[in-house]
T-cell receptor, first 111, second 112 residues
């Protein structure tokens, strides 16, 4: 069946560091891929998405490219801020009703 | 932002009592979901709906039931609450199959 695997956290970085959170997937067909962010005490918010191979999703300085050849959708940001501290979830949506979720990666940014 | 509201936002209830959580969306989305979120378990799907009166079980459905009598409302009922159902519950909705979901703010439920 379909699945999403993302790197375990927590990931701890200093402010202005480069961020990569790895996400790989297994799916049949042509799923859409998403990154969500969850700030403390809040619900999940869509951060970015990509709907087909080689698409790049971007938002708030974050980027992720849909790589079908490596079945990956890694999240990157060139210079993180303390306000980026949150839990990040990778997910896919295929031709089924459901979203398939990664386990989430907690990101801690230190000043 | 998609209009999805959950009520109540916080609830404390006693073991053995029934509890109903409500999710209301104003986006006319066809699909709706109930998840629970627990430390170390990520998001786990409880039940979902693919239309009015059309629902199905997720991976952790035991002890829960749902109803969807209108497009905009999706109710989650804990038939007889247990301490293991203490959790944060999230509702989500989406318009079409291969699209993103939008989430409510969550309900923190404590069963004592």
């Amino acid at each position: 069946g379909n699945s999403v695997t993302q790197m375990e956290g927590p990931v701890t970085l200093s402010e202005e560091a480069f961020l990569t959170i790895n996400c790989t997937y297994t799916a049949t067909g042509y799923p859409s891929l998403f990154w969500y962010v969850q700030y403390p005490g809040e619900g999940l918010q869509l951060l970015l998405k990509a709907t087909k191979a080689d698409d790049k999703g971007s938002n708030k300085g974050f980027e992720a490219t849909y790589r079908k050849e490596t079945t990956s959708f890694h999240l990157e940001k060139g210079s993180v801020q303390v306000s980026d501290s949150a839990v990040y979830f990778c997910a896919l949506s295929d031709s089924n009703y459901q979203l398939i979720w990664g386990a989430g990666t907690k990101l801690i940014i230190k000043p | 932002d998609a209009g999805i509201t959950q009520s109540p936002r916080h609830k404390v209830t006693e073991t053995g009592t029934p509890v109903t959580l409500r999710c209301h969306q104003t986006e006319n989305h066809r699909y709706m979901y109930w998840y629970r979120q627990d430390p170390g378990h990520g998001l786990r799907l409880i039940h979902y709906s693919y239309g009015v009166k059309d629902t199905d079980k997720g991976e952790v459905s035991d002890g829960y039931s749902v109803s969807r009598s209108k497009t905009e409302d999706f109710l989650l009922t804990l038939e007889s609450a247990t301490s293991s159902q203490t959790s944060v519950y999230f509702c989500a909705s989406k318009a079409e199959m291969n699209t993103e979901a939008f989430f409510g703010q969550g309900t923190r439920l404590t069963v004592v």
